[in-house]
């Protein structure tokens, strides 16, 4: 599978939205600036724990997020790509349950 790519248009888009929200311009989002970028991009309420916890997984354990660890996030939020663990844990919940598997 290709990995999604953003056009350089997408790309210098993100990146006027992640220095916009980087209202203290050190080049990263922490918990407060990620909460209020998501909510602008994505247009739902975001909770300060769960932006952390984003930032938690974007950028191994950090407090902050930086523009290329922001891009890939955004890059899985907008095209999620399905892993082999993803389907192995579908197949094994459906067994489990005699449903039949939904990866779409």
Same mark, same amino acid.
């Given at each position: ?10 790309? %210098? ?8 929200? *980087? ?7 922490? =918990?407060? !600036?990620? @909460?209020?970028?998501? %909510? ?8 300060? *724990? ?7 997984? =974007?950028? !191994?354990? @950090? ?42």
């Amino acid at each position: 599978m290709t990995p999604f790519e953003f056009t350089e248009e997408i790309v %210098e888009e993100l990146r006027a939205i992640f220095h916009h929200f *980087d209202k203290n311009k050190d080049g990263k989002l922490c =918990a407060v !600036e990620l @909460k209020h970028t998501m %909510e602008s991009v994505l247009g739902t309420p975001m909770s300060l *724990d769960y932006a952390l916890s984003l930032i938690h997984q =974007a950028s !191994e354990g @950090k407090k902050f997020m930086r523009f290329e660890e922001f891009l890939e996030y955004m890059r899985r939020k907008m095209h999620p790509e399905i892993t082999e663990d993803e389907i192995l844990t579908a197949f094994l919940v459906s067994s489990r349950n005699h449903l039949p598997v939904n990866l779409a």
